[in-house]
Each structure stands twice: as C-alpha cells, then as structure tokens.
C-alpha cells in the first residue's frame, strides 16, 4: 500500500534536548512538507522540499531543521531552540509542490514536553 | 494578504439534518481549493479538489462546490460517522513562490 509513515506517534522532549521525527513516503512524490498544528490554528508551514538535497523554510521555521537525503525521507528536527514545541506534526507530499496538486498527510506525531 | 476562513467553527446537526460548511478565500493566485477530513489525533484525510469556478464534486453525502471567492461543502442527510472537522486548504501562487494556506477548520458533531 503507498502511504506516509510517520514515527513515533508520541514523542516526549526534555529541556534542552534535540528530537527528530521521522517521515517516509512511498507515493514517489518529490515534494514533502512539515506542518505544525495547534488547537484552534490552521496548519502552519514549518519546511518543504520540493527536490532531494534542497529545501526551504516555511512561516514558522525558527527551532526546527531538516534534511533530505533521500526522495523517500524528510526527518524533522526538533532542536532545544523551539522554546514552545508542544504540538502535533504533520508530515505531507505531493507530486511536484506547484500548489495545484493533492497533498496527502501521514498519521501524525505528537511531541510533548516533560 | 492571502487568507483562508471557514464557518462556522463548529456545528452539530441532528442525523439526517442536511447542511453546508463554508470556506473562503483571498489569494492572488488560486491553483486549486482542497478538502480535507481530520479524526481526533490522526492526519487529515482527502476529500476532493477543485480546481475552477463552477466544478463540484461529490462522494457519497458529501457534495463540494467552487465559486470564484469561497467554497461549500454540503453535507446531505448526515449520520454520526461523519463527525469530524472538515479543513479546506487552498493552493497559490505569488511572484513564482507556491504555497498552500489551510483554515482553521470547523468541527462537525452529528447527533444520532
């Protein structure tokens, strides 16, 4: 089945610490993205990539880094900087990144702070 | 400044109680208007995407629709399965750059 992982479903960060989450998709998309969702917000643009080893910053990307090695992987790094990181991370791609096509999402990542 | 707004931000019907959920949007630059449906704690689900004024698409008691400001989603005869919140998210264009804007969401609660 061509799908989207992501991994762990709960993550659990202490003061100081980096944390990295993990995406896979095998929909052969070239662009992927990290958004971050909060209650009561829309889904927030974090990074995207719409070509392995390039990639951009979204509106919120202060405290976070990725890299894209892979066309299948596009890790997420919480870093000790993000001050609030408590939310929930989605992972998404699409064909190209044009803004006309489908994104499709992963499960979700849950990261709370202990 | 481009922007997407739903309502209401949240309804509840009573099962078999038909209505419409509604997305506008102000960009410079539409590439198509996207629906999507979001459980508790999971990633959001695709519903349909649109892409001009005047389409509609349909899936099951769902019907989507797209005018040249604002988008519906109509939801006919409701049963409690479809209590979720609905997201709409609309793609652009501006001096080259592409982006996709998401709404706030309005969450549905359908009452047996």
């Known amino acids: 089945d061509g799908g989207i992982t992501q991994s762990p479903k709960y993550l659990f960060r202490k003061e100081g610490q980096n944390v990295t989450l993990s995406c896979e998709q095998n929909l052969n998309h070239d662009a992927m993205y990290w958004y971050r969702q909060d209650p009561g917000q829309g889904l927030r643009l974090i990074y995207y990539s719409q070509i392995v080893n390039d990639f951009q910053k979204g509106d919120i990307a202060e405290g976070y880094s990725v890299s894209r090695e892979k066309k299948e992987s596009f890790p997420l790094t919480v870093t000790s900087a993000q001050k609030n990181p408590t939310a929930f991370y989605l992972c998404a791609s699409s064909i190209a990144g044009t803004g006309e096509e489908t994104q499709y999402f992963g499960p979700g990542t849950r990261l709370l702070v202990l | 400044e481009d922007q997407v707004t739903q309502s209401p931000e949240a309804l509840r019907l009573q099962e078999g109680e038909s209505s419409s959920l509604n997305c506008s949007y102000t960009v410079s630059g539409l590439r198509g208007l996207f629906w999507y449906r979001q459980d508790p704690g999971k990633g959001p689900e695709f519903l349909f995407t649109?892409?001009?004024a005047g389409e509609e698409k349909e899936k099951e008691r769902l019907k989507a629709t797209l005018t040249k400001k604002e988008s519906f989603l109509h939801i006919t005869a409701p049963k409690p399965e479809d209590s979720a919140t609905y997201l709409c998210?609309?793609?652009?264009?501006?001096?080259?750059?592409?982006?996709?804007?998401f709404g706030t969401g309005t969450r549905l609660k359908v009452l047996a």
């Open positions: 649109l892409y001009s």
């Open positions: 998210a609309v793609g652009s264009t501006t001096s080259g750059t592409y982006k996709y804007i």
